[in-house]
């Protein structure tokens, strides 16, 4: 009797240890495709993320569904960019009862001060002293180094059973961005400051012009809502063709016909495809946050004369 209740006992420890019984992942809410493969890297299998805005999508013109609304009550944790990006966020968690942990993945980033169209500037979110803020801060991979941070600790802080593995995967990435800040000064330094200026279709790169020393001109402004006058796209043209600038590109997420308009005004050949705001589908260039930097750096060195 005494061997059938210790195998029964060992049977039973068996059962519950089976992935049957294992604890489910945490689910986790981001609100758009750079968080959600950020949130996936340092979850791991702890985590199962459903990301609001998929590759290719635009988080400034998105409108929740009820579907989201659902997704987001069910959630123990939401990771958003904050500093104005999700204009819709607060509406969305009022209408789906979300009661659990909010990761503010720009949090401790210092923000961009934007100068520029009044009205626009006007919708943005500010800081105390009133300045407009551009929320594009994933563009920097310092900053990038905190969005990781933070997420880290608010995986931590919902799910301290899984704090070690979080706190692993999380320095895996810290350490890639590390060196893909490291490759990028090396490789931009090596271009000539007249040489870096490039066009794009919305404001989206500051970040990663301040710093590299790149100059991003954009017709749009910080949001792609943003209307776009004749005017500015012939003040544009002017300084394309005054400066010589050479590089000219859409992004994945934009109507590429302001930048295919500018293009025949000016000569200038458009360059390719960056990705500001979304990542791309599985099969695309940039699946991931890391492969994103990696291919609008190739993209951008190949237009300006970078090796």
Do not use: C
């Not at 195998?7 to 068996?14: D, G, K, M, N, R």
């Not at 016909?257 to 260039?285: C, H, M, N, Y």
């Amino acid at each position: 009797m005494r061997i059938n209740r210790f195998l029964t006992a060992a049977a039973l420890a068996t059962v519950l240890s089976s992935p049957a019984f294992a604890a489910e992942p945490m689910k986790v809410v981001a609100s758009f495709s750079i968080l959600g493969d950020l949130a996936a890297e340092v979850g791991g299998d702890h985590v199962t993320v459903t990301t609001l805005v998929g590759p290719d999508g635009d988080a400034h013109t998105f409108e929740p569904s009820p579907t989201n609304a659902k997704a987001l009550s069910e959630a123990k944790v939401l990771v958003e960019n904050g500093l104005g990006l999700e204009n819709w966020m607060e509406r969305l968690v009022s209408a789906s009862g979300f009661k659990g942990e909010t990761i503010v993945a720009s949090r401790g980033v210092k923000p961009r001060e934007w100068q520029g169209d009044a009205e626009e500037a006007a919708e943005l979110s500010h800081d105390d002293h009133g300045h407009a803020l551009d929320p594009h801060a994933w563009q920097d991979p310092k900053n990038g180094v905190l969005y990781v941070k933070n997420i880290v600790a608010g995986f931590a802080a919902a799910d301290p059973a899984n704090k070690a593995d979080y706190e692993a995967n999380g320095k895996k990435l810290e350490d890639e961005l590390v060196a893909i800040d490291q490759n990028l000064k090396a490789a931009f330094a090596k271009v000539p400051a007249s040489h870096r200026r490039i066009v794009t279709s919305h404001d989206a790169f500051g970040y990663l012009g301040a710093a590299y020393d790149i100059q991003f001109i954009a017709p749009e402004g910080i949001s792609t809502e943003a209307d776009v006058s004749a005017a500015d796209v012939a003040k544009i043209v002017r300084q394309i063709k005054d400066e010589k600038i050479q590089a000219m590109f859409v992004e994945n997420i934009s109507d590429p016909r302001l930048v295919e308009q500018i293009s025949r005004e000016t000569g200038v050949k458009v360059g390719g495809e960056l990705f500001s705001d979304a990542l791309s589908p599985p099969d695309g260039p940039a699946p991931t946050y890391i492969k994103m930097f990696k291919n609008n750096e190739a993209q951008l060195l190949s237009a300006i004369g970078g090796s």
